[in-house]
């Protein structure tokens, strides 16, 4: 079975500041999907395919990896970004699984 | 624009039964492959359970096997699960969503379910 660990888990940062969330599996995986959720929300598609940005995302988000290392970039920190972040993937069996979430929040 | 708007949810004793559903719109409901994603009250997401576009497979992760049931009625739009023998562990918001090459591209708003004596 896959496991995705994100790191960190929870972290600050200040507006205009650059961001890195990383998500690792414990095998190789193809791509990586992530999604945001803010409390009391949906999640809501944010990447796809590990570089493609979801309609309507902020192209100050990008995304990266390969193999077992993935990861999404926020540069120029903005409020409206502070949410929890969570990666996913699918591979067989393990079939879908998410990482156990990045909260971020504004300092 | 694509809806999925689940309902059946609430409190129910553990040992019993729930069905949950969810109304899709907005798109060509038996051209996806469907899913249900739970959340447990402050914690992470996890994938339950996906349905093929025709209904030619269904998939599960290990703890709902031999007890949850997706379904799906392509003529209604409408997505099921049938949760038996509930467990405190299955309290979650559940959320309908749909899978376009294993990728939850819409969420439905979640419905909660909370299994408690």
């Known amino acids: 079975e896959i496991v995705l660990t994100q790191s960190p888990t929870t972290m600050t940062a200040s507006p205009g500041e650059k961001v890195t969330i990383t998500c690792r599996a414990s095998?190789?995986?193809?791509?990586m999907h992530w999604y945001q959720q803010k409390p009391g929300a949906s999640p809501k598609p944010w990447i796809y395919?590990?570089?493609k940005l979801a309609s309507g995302v902020p192209d100050r988000f990008s995304g990266s990896g390969s193999g077992t290392s993935y990861s999404l970039t926020i540069n120029n920190m903005e409020a409206e970004d502070a949410a929890t972040y969570y990666c996913?993937?699918?591979?067989?069996?393990?079939?879908?699984?998410f990482g156990g979430g990045t909260k971020l929040e504004l300092k | 624009e694509v809806q999925l708007v689940e309902s059946g949810g609430g409190l129910v004793q553990p040992g019993r039964s729930m069905k949950l559903s969810c109304a899709a719109s907005?798109?060509?409901?038996?051209?996806?492959?469907m899913a249900w994603v739970c959340q447990a009250p402050k914690k992470g997401l996890e994938w339950v359970a996906t349905?093929?576009?025709?209904?030619?497979?269904?998939y599960y992760r290990d703890s709902v096997k031999g007890r949850f049931t997706i379904s799906r009625d392509n003529a209604k739009s409408t997505l099921y699960l049938q949760m038996d023998s509930l467990r405190s562990e299955d309290t979650a918001t559940y959320y309908c969503?749909?899978?376009?090459?294993?990728?939850?591209?819409?969420w439905g708003q979640g419905v909660m379910v909370t299994v408690s004596s």
């Open positions: 969503v749909r899978d376009d090459s294993y990728y939850f591209d819409y």
């Open positions: 395919e590990t570089s």
């Open positions: 349905i093929n576009y025709d209904d030619s497979g269904t």
């Open positions: 996913q993937q699918w591979n067989y069996p393990s079939m879908w699984t």
């Open positions: 095998s190789s995986v193809s791509y």
């Open positions: 907005g798109f060509t409901f038996n051209n996806y492959d």
